[in-house]
């Protein structure tokens, strides 16, 4: 099993600019998320998914779209880059059965906006 | 609304010392799972330990060892005899019922960076 699998690992963008974070998982997992990690805050959650079809926001969705067509794949869009997006981006999936099970997280897109 | 707090941004210790990292949670719901994540240097984040709010055990595992307690809503976690390979961000993490809305989103500490130095 490859896991979580997130491209591109690293990304420059000037502000304005569209782009689409892919995350895809073959783990059969229902559940899948988007967080983003910043200097001294943690991870803060962007957007979740329970299973096709389904999405819903998390913390700070703003800025950010996500669909979710398969169960494999959980794509996020930028619409208008902006500087304060300069972030490293997880996605991560777990089984949807529990909130105990523990998420499995993708390596990390480096996102830098200028 | 859930909450994490990691106090300490950033701790140094010369290997083979004890160190605890500490974690303090907020939460309404009485069903919740608190988690601890490492991130080492090279950035992925790795599952280290999952304990629900039913079981107030304390649980060990080799040199890393976990202490829950619901009165101070704490989950401390202790390194002992730190190695340098024990550097990194650790993470405290929270996810609340999935009755409550609160199970679908795990929510983080803001990490303790952890240096242990020869």
């Known amino acids: 099993n490859a896991g979580v699998t997130q491209t591109p690992k690293f990304q420059v963008l000037k502000t304005g600019q569209s782009m689409t974070l892919q995350c895809a998982q073959d783990m059969n997992h229902e559940y899948m998320s988007w967080y983003r990690q910043d200097p001294g805050m943690g991870l803060r959650l962007i957007h979740y998914?329970?299973?096709?079809?389904?999405?819903d926001q998390g913390e700070v969705p703003n800025g950010y779209n996500v669909s979710r067509s398969t169960t494999e794949d959980f794509p996020l869009r930028l619409l208008s880059a902006a500087p304060s997006q300069t972030s490293v981006y997880f996605c991560a999936s777990r089984n949807l059965g529990q909130a105990s099970y523990e998420q499995y997280f993708g390596p990390g897109t480096r996102l830098t906006v200028t | 609304a859930q909450k994490v707090t990691q106090a300490q941004t950033e701790i140094s210790v010369v290997e083979k010392e004890d160190v605890t990292l500490d974690c303090v949670y907020e939460?309404?719901?009485?069903?919740?799972?608190l988690f601890w994540y490492k991130q080492p240097p090279s950035g992925e984040l790795v599952f280290l330990i999952r304990?629900?709010?039913?079981?107030?055990q304390n649980e060990i595992s080799g040199r890393y060892s976990w202490n829950f307690q619901k009165s101070t809503s704490s989950f401390n976690f202790t390194i002992t005899a730190s190695q340098v390979v024990d550097s990194a961000v650790y993470f405290c993490?929270?996810?609340?019922?999935?009755?409550?809305?609160?199970?679908?989103?795990?929510?983080f500490g803001t990490g303790t960076q952890l240096k242990v130095e020869l």
């Open positions: 998914s329970v299973g096709a079809g389904i999405t």
């Open positions: 993490a929270l996810s609340g019922d999935i009755l409550t809305g609160g199970g679908n989103k795990l929510t």
């Open positions: 939460t309404r719901d009485t069903t919740y799972y």
């Open positions: 304990r629900n709010s039913f079981d107030e």
